[in-house]
Nanobody
Framework: VQLQASGGGLVQAGGSLRLSCAASGMTFNRYGMAWFRQVPGKEREVVGFILWPGGSTYVTDFVRGRFTIPRDSAKRTMYLQMNNLKPEDTAVYYC???????????????????WGQGTQVTVSS
């Protein structure tokens, strides 16, 4: 399994970015997928995830209403659409996938064995 994350950058507060996570070496529709983020000195925290089968999508409270997680099976790509960005959204963002993810463990980074390389998002005030 290989994940290639991209799309990070510098944006002003209130702006938007779309991150991409392109997957290869896996049967795309058999994996749950998630976005995490991490700032120096803090633990990696979940931003949101998609459970599979079913495709149910969840995002955490601090991004709800601003972030969504579209997924394009034909392109084998998951996205993180980030709108109305805030300085506190500044972090390195990671995508992760794993088979057999269930809701109760989907927010735990230890659930996932496959990770993208991370992409930096910086939001200026």
């Amino acid at each position: 399994v290989q994940l290639q994350a991209s799309g990070g950058g510098l944006v002003q507060a209130g702006g938007s970015l779309r991150l991409s996570c392109a997957a290869s070496g896996m049967t795309f529709n058999r994996y749950g997928m998630a976005w995490f983020r991490q700032v120096p000195g803090k633990e990696r925290e979940v931003v949101g995830f998609i459970l599979w089968p079913g495709g149910s999508t969840y995002v955490t409270d601090f991004v709800r209403g601003r972030f969504t997680i579209p997924r394009d099976s034909a392109k084998r790509t998951m996205y993180l659409q980030m709108n109305n960005l805030k300085p506190e959204d500044t972090a390195v963002y990671y995508c992760a996938v794993q088979q057999g993810v269930i809701y109760s463990s989907a927010a735990n980074p230890a659930t996932y064995n496959h990770w993208g390389q991370g992409t930096q998002v910086t939001v200026s005030s």
